[in-house]
């Protein structure tokens, strides 16, 4: 007698003949009551035959039989944002598509997301204030939910949430308007950010980080660096 086995793909299997036979022989050439396949990679069945100790016979048949595991197809994890921007919804593809649970974890919390979740999308969120290049690799496990087989997918993808560029203006003008003239300067200094770095004064009236010809009145400054 042959007790079959299930298991999942890629897993050990071992089958063993019982009875009271003294030797046995597997169709595999194996000489022992145990037959183990390992990694198991189909459902087969296999052969074994039993001898006494009076030279008699008996053939039994037991079967390994394989559930695959499901897999990750595809995922939109990848993205990189700037500090308060929207980080777009992530969603994740499975094979087989129903009856499999998946659970995903992001190695670092700092990028906004919480450290672990469920389900086959994360809703879209701001992403926080950074002051260096932030980025959380996300693994995800896909479980069917049937047979209890998983697989884990350690690179479905990562969130880099970069740091804006910090700029500073003087608080009062390089060279002052003299009284109604157009004759004033400002000069912005961007003390962090990632090259190459585009200057905008108000809403791009003017560029560059330095700018002359300017009538008395306020000035507001937007760097955007390479990021």
């Known amino acids: 007698l042959v007790n079959p086995v299930t298991v999942c793909e890629g897993s050990s299997a071992t089958l063993t003949a019982t009875g009271t036979s003294t030797s046995y022989s597997w169709n ?16 087969a069945t296999y052969t074994v035959t039993g001898t006494s100790a009076a030279s008699c016979t008996n053939t039994a048949t037991g079967t ?6 499901p897999v990750l197809t595809s995922a939109t994890a990848t993205q990189s944002v700037c500090s308060g921007a929207t980080v777009n919804s992530i969603s994740f593809n499975t094979n087989p598509a129903a009856g499999v649970n998946v659970n995903w974890t992001n190695s670092n919390a700092a990028i906004g997301l919480p450290v672990s979740g469920t389900g086959t999308t994360i809703n879209g969120y701001t992403a926080p204030n950074v002051i260096s290049q932030t980025q959380g690799p996300i693994s995800v496990i896909v ?15 990562t969130v880099t949430i970069n740091p804006n560029p910090t700029i500073t203006t003087p608080s009062t003008p390089t060279n002052p308007v003299t009284c109604g003239g157009s004759n004033g300067s400002l000069n912005g200094l961007v003390v962090s950010g990632t090259p190459t770095i585009t200057y905008s004064w108000n809403g791009g009236a003017f560029s560059g980080a330095n ?4 009538a008395a009145g306020g000035y ?3 760097a955007t660096d390479g990021n």
């Not at 145990?34 to 198991?40: E, Q």
């Not at 479980?143 to 993808?157: D, I, K, P, W, Y």
């Open 64 to 69: 390994i039989t394989m559930n695959p595991r």
């Open 28 to 43: 595999t050439g194996a000489t022992t009551a145990g037959l183990t396949i390992n990694p198991v990679s189909a459902t």
């Open 220 to 222: 507001n400054l937007t």
């Open 211 to 214: 700018i002359s010809g300017l």
């Open 143 to 157: 479980t069917n939910s049937g047979t209890g087989c998983s697989s884990l997918s350690t690179a479905a993808g």
